[in-house]
């Protein structure tokens, strides 16, 4: 089992940052993958950016180049840095997990707010 522990959501104005950790514990030895996702009131989850255990990036093209994800593998440690934030940002942010074998682990989510 992997447990996912999410941190740093919150409100934010148009145009300002934010930076989202994601902590793994348990068989973190199992896990080839770890990403964030994003899901706004309506709308489908979707995929924000994804970092492999070797540090291969890929990110929702829409996203890319004011979004970068990173890794901390001493720390056990996902970030998502968030720059130039955007109301239609606005969503639930699920940290993921995916196992060699086997299922997604996901975290409970936090919330992301992007307001004047």
């Known amino acids: 089992q992997v447990q996912l522990v999410e941190s740093g959501g919150g409100l934010v104005q148009p145009g300002g940052s934010l930076r989202l950790s994601c902590a793994a514990s348990?068989?973190?030895?199992?896990?080839?993958?770890m990403g964030w996702y994003r899901q706004a009131p309506g709308s489908q989850r979707e995929l924000v950016a994804s970092?492999?255990?070797?540090?291969?990036?890929s990110y929702a093209s829409v996203l890319k180049g004011r979004f970068t994800i990173s890794r901390d593998n001493a720390k056990n440690t996902v970030y998502l840095q968030m720059n130039s934030l955007k109301p239609e940002d606005t969503a639930v942010y699920y940290c993921?997990?995916?196992?060699?074998?086997?299922?997604?682990?996901w975290g409970q989510g936090t919330q992301v707010t992007v307001s004047s």
């Open positions: 993921n997990a995916r196992p060699v074998i086997g299922n997604d682990y």
């Open positions: 348990g068989s973190i030895f199992s896990i080839n993958a």
């Open positions: 970092i492999t255990r070797g540090g291969s990036t």
